[in-house]
């Protein structure tokens, strides 16, 4: 029995000692390779696309087989919180499909780097969530010198196109470049920038520009806002208030947000493709809409899907179409003036809630409103000045102490 006792014994010994060895080798002998194809826990299912040129987040969706009733819902509620001309081709779109792929259940859309649109789907509508990244603001003078053309030099200077647009055309009212530009000619401009981890994001805004040359003279422009964000009026203005685009339309609204543009887009009654032939403006009802241009009534009734409808042939040639409208302030057949309140915003007719259609026609056919070259004013007012006075003071001011920075003022 003895024997046997011992037998037993140093098998126990050895197999704690063989557990022991195993135990402190443990840290090298390394475990199975877990599988990676575990189907019961899927990885979230995130697509990312990036929004190409001349496309929509709507058809980069539609590539991704994305059920139409289900673009239709983000279509009809996108708008509400995006306005669609600030859409970029570049901008990201990030979108969390549901496991059998009919149904979107988060959607991010990143603009710019720093601003990141979030959407979650509840039911039948959105939950919205905005997310902005901290950016440094920061005021500047840029000055140069005209080698060649301004356009050029502003190019190479690198301000983005709309930027060089906005200082062109200002400079473009008041100087005949043609005739009067010269190389060496000097420009100064103040803006202000936004910088994003070190870098200056695209889109500057311009409060003071100024042109000298020989030929020029000095020609300078400033920036006027109105109190509020949006407004057509905000630009740049000449010391005496007139606009630097003096001879195009009107807006039909004085708040601009653009909820729908021109062209194919997915029917929020039918989740189809469908052409919109004009462009949707986002406003509270009871807006004042405005004529654009004058011109002689020829609609002003209630017309089908297109609701309390304002039809207005232009000197032009061109016709302007105001639909949806709560109320109609004119008659068919009446002249108005540019300018003039014609009727309210309302959400009459086939629509989903206040807004203003704007349609243009040209012979027959509809063409797209942003063709328009659109002014907020041609000159501000006299309540508009006193704004733009104390405007142009504060301009000066910051520059001023841009270029001659005071003594710190030190803590006591
Ligand atoms: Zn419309």
Known sequence: MN??????????????????????????????????????????????????????????????NVPPQEIGLLAYNFGDYIDVTTIQPGDTLKVLLS??????????????????????????????????????????IIEGTIQE??????????????????????????????????????FLVFVEE????????????IFYVQYTGERTGTCELFRYEDAEE??????????????????????????????????????????SWANHQGVDYRAHYGTPVYAVAGGKVTTASYNGGWGNEIRINHPSGLSTQYAHLSSINVHKGQNVKKGQIIGRVGSTGRSTGAHLHFGLIKGKKYINPTNLKMVGTEKLNETQM?????QQQTILQEMENLKHPGPLITKK
């Open 230 to 271: 949006n407004s057509v009026l905000n630009g740049l203005y000449t010391i005496e208030g007139k606009s630097c685009h003096s001879n195009g339309v009107g807006f039909p609204l004085s708040v601009i947000h653009v909820v729908s543009s021109f062209g194919k887009r997915l029917d929020p009654f039918h989740g």
């Open 194 to 205: 936004r910088i994003f981890e070190g870098k200056t994001l695209p889109g500057r805004k």
């Open 149 to 186: 053309t301004l356009d050029a030099t502003l190019l190479t200077m690198g301000f983005a196109p709309q930027d060089k647009q906005a200082i062109n055309n200002g400079l473009e009212t008041e100087i005949n470049f043609s005739r009067d530009a010269r190389n060496g000619d000097q």
């Open 99 to 140: 496991e059998d792929k009919q149904h979107i259940k988060k959607l991010m859309f990143v603009q710019e780097p720093t601003t990141r649109h979030h959407f979650t789907v509840s039911g039948d509508s959105l939950i919205y969530h905005l997310e902005a990244l901290p950016v440094k603001k920061a005021k500047r």
């Open 386 to 390: 006193a704004r733009f006075k104390s």
């Open 3 to 64: 024997w046997g006792k011992d037998i037993l014994f140093s098998l126990v010994l050895f197999l704690l000692a063989s557990f022991c060895l195993l135990s402190i080798l443990g840290i090298n002998s390394e475990p199975l390779p877990e599988l990676k194809l575990d189907i019961s826990k899927p990885t979230e299912p995130w697509i990312i696309e990036i929004i190409p040129p001349g496309g929509s987040i709507f058809s980069v969706l539609a590539n991704q």
